[in-house]
């Protein structure tokens, strides 16, 4: 099942539990999930890293958001947003610790030194291309960045 299929079939759960904040916050990321899907000069289907990257950004929003309410002692609206925000958190997959990153860079490394290749700071495209590709949505990207050109230097 596709996120965005889960993502629909969760629209009929919360509507039959009756549970709104849920409901319209779902709602909201599938119109959000649409328009992307349509905004283009032809139209195209998201796949799950897409609509991943898009509701890590949606999360994000709102959280910036409620930071911004609490600053004006917004406390409720701030409160609304952050249950939005954990809401559309529960459907991104688990976020890795910073171990587990630095151990899927020394794999990269390895396996890169293994096929022949003198790795200098200037090989962190080489080094970034399949760790991007294990991260991807979740870990922070610049991080990720930092960790490969600290184990290259």
């Not at 529960?90 to 022949?116: F, H, M, N, S």
Request: aromatic fraction near 2%.
């Amino acid at each position: 099942m596709t996120l965005k299929e889960r993502l629909k079939e969760d629209v009929v759960t919360h509507m039959k539990a009756g549970n709104k904040t849920a409901l319209t916050t779902v709602r909201n990321v599938l119109g959000e999930i649409s328009t992307r899907e349509k905004s283009g000069k032809t139209p195209i289907e998201l796949d799950d890293a897409q609509v991943t990257s898009l509701l890590q950004k949606e999360a994000a929003k709102r959280r910036d958001t409620a930071r911004i309410f609490t600053e004006a002692g917004e406390t409720d609206r701030a409160a609304a947003e952050v249950a939005e925000a954990e809401i559309i958190e529960a459907y991104l997959p688990t976020a890795l610790t910073r171990d587990e990153v630095e151990a899927i860079v020394d794999q990269a490394i390895a396996a890169l030194k293994a096929d022949g290749e003198e790795l200098s700071v200037r090989s962190i495209g080489a080094v970034m291309k399949p760790v991007t590709a294990k991260v991807a949505g979740r870990f922070d990207g610049k991080s990720v960045s930092e960790i490969v050109r600290s184990r290259l230097a």
